[in-house]
Antibody, heavy 124, light 104 residues
């Protein structure tokens, strides 16, 4: 069955760029039925959607993070990636990648398959 | 931007209780609301999407209803494995603040 796995550094210095990759296995990222997204969760807090991407490269971003976020896709590797620039301690969180269901014109109806999450700490 | 609120933020209940959680959207989102369950240290699990469609494999004691700006998640008979935090999510990505369901 389809699985998602996050990878990347667990520690990032303040003001630097956080980079994570999500590898999709057991299925193709190039499906017309899904978007692929990033969600994060600071310790002890709720879920925050960061952004999502279609296999064609079309993206949606959370307006509160849009100026610092870039999400890209590599269909040849069945991967998509997150870059978050100018990080601060407030960006310390568990970062999840997830698949989202499309229904009609809506691309983020629900996140049905999630990775296990990876903890990223921003600290010098 | 569409904002979501959930009530209550914390709920104490007993095994066998009927539990209802409400999610309100700041503007109408038709029937496009999803519900998730999250246990400590685990990724969220999709329970319901499109307000009332039960995700495959989710027990039938979970149900969802609503449209427009007000939605509810109901657990008909709370089981020990249902003690968790529940989140709603609107179709432009953002999540509600969560409702923690704890043991009375």
């Amino acid at each position: 069955q389809l699985q998602l796995q996050e990878s990347g550094p667990g520690l990032v210095k303040p003001s630097e760029t956080l980079s994570l990759t999500c590898t999709v296995s057991g299925g193709s990222i190039s499906s017309s039925s899904y978007y692929w997204g990033w969600i994060r969760q600071p310790p002890g807090k709720g879920l925050e959607w960061i952004g999502s991407i279609y296999y064609s490269g079309s993206t949606y971003y959370n307006p509160s993070l849009k100026s610092r976020v870039t999400i890209s896709v590599d269909t040849s590797k069945n991967q998509f990636s997150l870059k978050l620039s100018s990080v601060t301690a407030a960006d310390t969180a568990v970062y999840y990648c997830a698949r989202s269901i499309r229904l009609g014109e809506l691309s983020l109806v629900a996140f049905d398959i999630w990775g296990q999450g990876t903890m990223v700490t921003v600290s010098s | 931007d569409i904002q979501l609120t959930q009530s209550p933020s914390f709920l104490s209940a007993s095994v066998g209780d009927r539990v209802t959680i409400t999610c309100r959207a700041s503007q109408g989102i038709s029937s496009y609301l999803a519900w998730y369950q999250q246990k400590p240290g685990k990724a969220p699990k999709l329970l319901i999407y499109a307000a009332s469609t039960l995700q495959s494999g989710v027990p039938s004691r979970f149900s969802g209803s609503g449209s427009g700006t007000e939605f509810t998640l109901t657990i008909s008979s709370l089981q020990p494995e249902d003690f968790a935090t529940y989140y709603c999510q609107q179709p432009k990505g953002t999540f509600g603040p969560g409702t923690k369901v704890d043991i009375k």
